[in-house]
């Protein structure tokens, strides 16, 4: 539209997928995600749609997993972002951070918080989110009904604004998170990787109740009238939807000496993080997508990161005895 040589009207479909839970027809865990040898937990996650239905086998099953993929969009871009609810339970998307009007082009809500905003998304229906953020940064996108399970369910991810540039064709999708393999030319300006890493808790209870029944009725009974979630208490950690030995494979951030380094860090669980940099010591530039002028740029090798916050860090490799020391 501008002319500046990349696109600017962006059209995004996503669907609600189940990992884990009970399959109607055999009566057996369906869409397996492994978060560790063994474990499944079952997870809600939001999928990008983009070969028809992700039957199993198919190049779509490909794309379904924990935790919903990060989303890269250009400041000033023209966002279509449609929900078909391809699920049993109603749904919705919160855009948290991104700067969105309340209502759309035609008077419909558009903030993706029910009753406030707008009706939820029923099975079988869909509603297209319209905005043009004017701010870059690092976002967070989020079911709202019934946050305190849809959202630790697993159906949020990393919402992400680029900076404008001309000829700037940013990466729609990071699947998995892990590594930016098409980082944008704001970021490459300045970093030699990028990397998104997204935390959350996984209470064993409440991932395990989709595993034991697939009757919408139960298990909205069961999880929210007889799961207490204010007795949550998780006992798997995961990085990128993965937790040890798994992260060894797919998380690690490998880098040489003299790199710089962005990681765009998402806290989507229901405690606060403590990040630890071994043998680095990085500086924060943003939090909630808020860049930080020269004296709130905090240079330590401990960050902690609050339940729905954000941080962006810049990772210096230089082996200088403060930035790095070593290999």
């Known amino acids: 539209l501008d ?6 009207v962006i059209n995004i479909t996503l669907e609600v997928a189940e990992l884990n839970g009970m399959n109607p027809s055999t009566g057996s865990l369906a869409a397996k995600h492994e978060i560790a040898p063994g474990i499944n937990p079952g997870y809600w996650v939001f999928a990008p749609k983009t070969r028809g239905m992700a039957t199993e086998g198919s ?92 959202v630790l369910m697993g159906l949020n991810g990393m919402f992400v604004i680029e900076e404008e540039r001309d000829n700037n064709t940013v990466q729609t999708f990071n699947i998995g998170n892990g590594k930016v393999r098409n980082p944008s030319k704001a970021v490459s ?63 690690q951030i490998v880098v040489e000496e003299g790199d710089r380094v962005k990681a765009r860090i998402l806290n989507s669980g229901s405690e606060s993080v403590s990040l630890h940099t071994h043998g680095h010591k990085p500086t924060i530039t943003h939090y909630d997508g808020v860049e930080q002028k020269e004296p709130a740029r905090i240079q330590r090798d401990v960050f902690d990161i609050s339940a729905a916050q954000r941080v962006d860090l810049s990772i210096n490799t230089t082996d200088n005895g403060l930035d790095s020391y070593g290999p």
């Open 3 to 8: 002319g500046d040589g990349d696109p600017d």
């Open 59 to 150: 190049a779509a099953s490909d794309l379904i997993r924990a935790p919903s993929p990060a989303i890269r969009a250009e400041e000033g871009d023209r966002i279509n972002l449609k929900l078909e609810n391809t699920h049993y339970m109603p749904h919705t998307i919160h855009f948290h951070g991104v700067d969105h009007p309340f209502v759309d082009s035609e008077g419909q809500g558009n903030d993706g918080v029910p009753y406030t905003s707008e009706e939820p998304v029923m099975p079988g229906e869909s509603r297209t989110y319209e905005m043009t953020p004017e701010q870059a940064g690092t976002m967070f996108y989020h079911c709202h009904v019934q946050p305190s399970s849809h």
């Open 189 to 251: 300006e300045e970093y030699d990787q990028e990397y998104d890493l997204l935390y959350q808790g996984i209470d064993k209870e409440m991932h395990s109740i989709i595993n034991r029944s697939n009757d919408p009725r139960v298990l909205s009974r069961m999880l929210n009238r007889e799961y207490d979630v204010t007795e949550r208490d998780p006992e798997y950690y995961t990085l990128n939807g993965k937790s040890f030995p798994y992260t060894v494979r797919e998380s």
